[in-house]
């Protein structure tokens, strides 16, 4: 057990990555906040429609569509990989689609069978043509992101740009802010009010599979770097933080890259300490920021909750008469 | 009483397969080609074969069983979540004293899994965070705590064999004699749980309304539920793996569900199916020993799932398109005899046959589809064609009467009944003359006090005139529901 946790050296942790070893961890933070930041942008308006386990479901069934990309084009390209994953995405909706519209199986089962079964199929894929395929089974569940600084660099001209996963994924950061920036009011509207939405002339279905679209191109970028299962993590994780301590969408989206910034820099300071995986610490940092903001977040946080409570018992407490913040935190809760 | 049994029967069959398949033997497995390996598999000859198929049989068994109860109460992502979230229970189990031991890793990790479950619903109750938010965001930091702890242990100078990876995706070949045994205890009281408190468990399931009111104690039945739950899908991540667990509990029910609306057969479909993904799953991996065994589970699972969607035999899709199009078909050819049977009542019921070429006029369309369309009558023995003229058969002449007083009684009923002007009953009777039975015929009849009037002023065909020379055939009765 004394094995298991080094001993705390604040120099080790806290100082040499971002001084001796910058030319590693530097990459590897800014990776983490892209991955994160990228994730939590598309994630927010899924977990605002409702959908967030389609991430779940997306980021599963991308593998087999990877794999095939692998095996078809023999390359790791972007092309190909988005290509894949692209595809992987669009057959998993009309699968979910099909198996919930044309049975009686409810969409909950109708998820979980369509991605159980593509992600078991990608994971044979990968076992059986190991060798072809640049990818080992467990890499597919948590990623490696501490590979990522020895990826070769992509330079302009004398300028380094930086590993090419993390170029990959800085330019899917950008593309997803100025999507969301361009059409933030027709995300907001169709995300909050699909029927006013549908009256101003948005179209529901455009929307919904250009967000499917987004959260595609998002994970297949993140997928070497965190795998399947933590990119659920990078999805929520920003998101939910965000809406505990405010109601603002724009202020959601500010709170998530500054979640997705200190769950990079906490992350690589956990990992380095405990010495495991780098991208499973960043997502188990980000889910203790989490666990804060449910604790102290001012509005709705437990310890808010206690107090809301305890006033409310005592007895020189306003009797018979409820605040609007009273009527308003009640019907939250029962909602 | 009998109902527990036609569940239990069943359920204790499978059951005891498996104990059958333990008895001693000892021999390890060593390389041979994959021919030799089928043989070995299915004559049991290994210890160790035995072990993965009994392994695979309970876990199949149980997980099924249970699943069903997941499935049909809406609860599939749950299970999803609690099998990523068990994770970091296994490490921490394996870490009580450095060993794999089954009992400190099963008690591990259904305390994580409850953990786990209970934080979902804390996360719902007590902030705005939508249920789907909570599951996805416990399932993935709990994964991500697991992992951490997992690649610390395998740091460890013992840890690099601690095979803990073989839990993300299952190694059944690793399951040994006390994995089998806890697997077994695990069955029994699922199953054991499932008989004793089937009524509950029904009721709580389909109408939990009806379950509080009549003073079951719903909560306790959930959280039994969970407990038996989560110790099942602990057991079985040996052999299939924290990931894709979630499947070996949905899939199974899923496909039984297709197959079927009563509960007590969808537990023992569902166990059935589970049990026969098992095998399957178990049988590729031992053919193919560098695969893992989680995978093949669910390809065998989803199979099963994809055979029931397309050839179930009521919800199935290759049913339902057969019998759109065989009713498409029988409604064709009702329309024809209908045709027939108004140009023969246009000629005053002089002549017993019709030409081609009045049934062309009648119907408006060529020669060639008024042929094909006679020979679709021929073929069903509603009609003769000779030459250029169709007579009916006895059955021909009476389904033709019978769908022309079902046009025509229906007309009148909407008219004098609906209030609905006579101009615009055509449209709907015209759909309705051919689902009309028997039964609502004769209601209607009565109602409208055997008229033999339509609102247009044709005469009604009688029962008599229907029946007048032919007896019941059958495309009347078996076709008609």
């Known amino acids: 057990m004394s094995q298991l946790i080094p001993p705390f050296d604040a120099h080790a942790v806290l100082v040499a990555p971002w001084t001796e070893n910058v030319s590693l961890f530097g990459w590897i933070a800014a990776m983490g906040f892209c991955v994160a930041s990228a994730c939590g942008l598309v994630g927010n308006y899924l977990m605002l429609r409702r959908m967030a386990l389609m991430g779940d479901a997306v980021s599963h069934s991308i593998l087999p569509g990877l794999v095939v990309a692998f095996l078809v084009s023999g390359s790791r390209g972007t092309v190909p990989m988005f290509i894949g994953a692209l595809s992987a995405g669009a057959i998993t909706t009309v699968l979910i689609e099909t198996i919930h519209k044309r049975t009686r199986v409810k969409q909950d089962a109708a998820i979980g069978i369509a991605f159980s079964t593509l992600f078991a199929i990608g994971v044979i894929l990968t076992v059986t043509y190991a060798g072809q395929v640049d990818l080992d089974a467990e890499c597919v569940l948590y990623g490696e992101i501490a590979f990522v600084p020895l990826e070769p660099m992509v330079r302009l001209g004398s300028l380094v740009l930086g590993p090419e996963p993390f170029f990959r994924m800085a330019s899917v950061l950008l593309g997803v802010a100025v999507l969301v920036a361009a059409f933030y009011k027709e995300l907001l509207v169709s995300s909050f009010d699909p029927g006013l939405a549908k009256s101003l002339g948005i179209n529901p279905s455009i929307m919904h599979y250009g967000l499917m679209a987004a959260l595609s191109v998002v994970v297949v970028s993140a997928f070497e770097s965190v795998g399947a299962i933590l990119v659920i993590a990078m999805l929520i994780l920003p998101g939910a933080t965000a809406s505990l301590l405010t109601t603002r969408l724009p202020l959601v989206h500010g709170l998530s890259l500054v979640h997705a910034a200190l769950s990079s820099w906490l992350g690589i300071a956990l990992g380095v300490w405990l010495d495991c995986s780098l991208a499973a610490a960043m997502v188990v940092a980000g889910a203790g920021l989490f666990a804060l903001a449910w604790i102290f977040s001012p509005r709705e946080g437990l310890i808010a909750r206690w107090r809301s409570h305890h006033e409310k018992l005592t007895p020189h407490s306003s009797q018979g008469i409820v605040s609007r913040d009273e009527v308003e935190r009640s019907s939250l809760r029962s909602t | ?201 029904l009721a709580t399931s389909f109408d939990p309304g009806f379950a509080r009111a009549s003073g079951l104690p719903a909560d306790w039945i959930h959280h039994g539920l969970m407990l038996v739950l989560t110790a099942s899908l602990v057991v079985a991540l040996q052999a299939v793996g924290v990931v894709l667990v979630s499947a070996m509990l949905i899939t199974p029910a899923a496909a039984a569900y297709l197959l079927t609306d009563r509960l007590h057969r969808l537990v023992v479909l569902a166990a059935f199916f589970g049990v026969l993904a098992g095998v399957a799953g178990a049988f590729l991996s031992f053919v193919g020993p560098s695969l893992p065994t989680g995978p093949l589970m669910v390809v065998g699972a989803s199979t099963v799932f994809a055979a029931a969607f397309l050839f179930g035999p009521r919800h199935g899709v290759l049913a339902r398109w057969w019998r759109q199009r065989s009713g498409m078909a029988r409604t064709q050819r009702e329309n024809t005899l209908k045709s027939m049977f108004h140009v023969i009542e246009t000629n005053g019921f002089r002549a017993e046959g019709v030409t081609l070429t009045e049934l062309a006029l009648r119907r408006r369309e060529t020669m060639e589809d008024v042929q094909r369309l006679g020979k679709k009558l021929a073929r069903h023995g509603l009609a003769t064609v000779t030459s250029d003229v169709l007579y009916f058969t006895p059955a021909g002449r009476q389904r033709a009467s019978e769908i022309v007083r079902n046009h025509r009684l229906w007309e009148l009923y909407l008219t004098n009944s609906a209030n609905i002007a006579a101009d615009h009953v055509h449209e709907d009777a015209e759909k309705i003359e051919h689902i009309l039975g028997e039964s609502v015929v004769r209601e209607l009849e009565r109602k409208l006090g055997y008229a033999t009037v339509d609102p247009h002023g044709k005469s009604i065909p009688t029962p008599r005139a229907i029946h007048g020379d032919a007896g019941l055939v059958d495309e009347t009765k078996g076709r008609r529901k």
Request: net charge positive.
């Open chain 2, 1 to 201: 009483m009998t109902r527990i049994w036609r569940i239990l029967g069943p359920v204790l069959f499978l059951l005891l397969i498996p104990s059958a398949l333990r008895a001693a033997g000892v021999r390890d497995l060593v390389e041979t080609n994959w021919l030799e390996q089928i043989g070995r598999f299915f004559t049991f000859r290994d210890v160790a074969v035995r072990y993965v198929l009994a392994g695979s049989i309970l876990l199949g068994l149980s997980c099924g069983l249970l699943g069903s109860f997941i499935v049909v109460r809406k609860m599939a992502l749950v299970g999803d979540t609690l099998s990523h979230a068990v994770l970091p229970g296994v490490a921490l189990g394996f870490l009580w004293n450095m060993t794999k031991d089954p009992l400190t890793i099963l008690i591990g990790a259904t305390i994580a899994g409850l953990v786990g479950t209970s934080l979902v619903s804390a996360i719902t109750q007590t902030t705005r965070l939508k249920e789907d938010t909570a599951l996805g965001l416990v399932l993935a930091s709990f994964f991500a705590a697991g992992i951490c702890l997992i690649t610390m242990i395998q740091r460890l100078p013992t840890g690099n064999k601690s095979g803990l990876d073989k839990f993300l995706f299952g190694q059944a070949a690793a399951l040994g004699a006390d994995d089998v045994t806890l697997m077994a205890i695990v069955a029994v009281v699922a199953v054991g749980s499932v008989i004793a408190f089937y009524k509950e468990l």
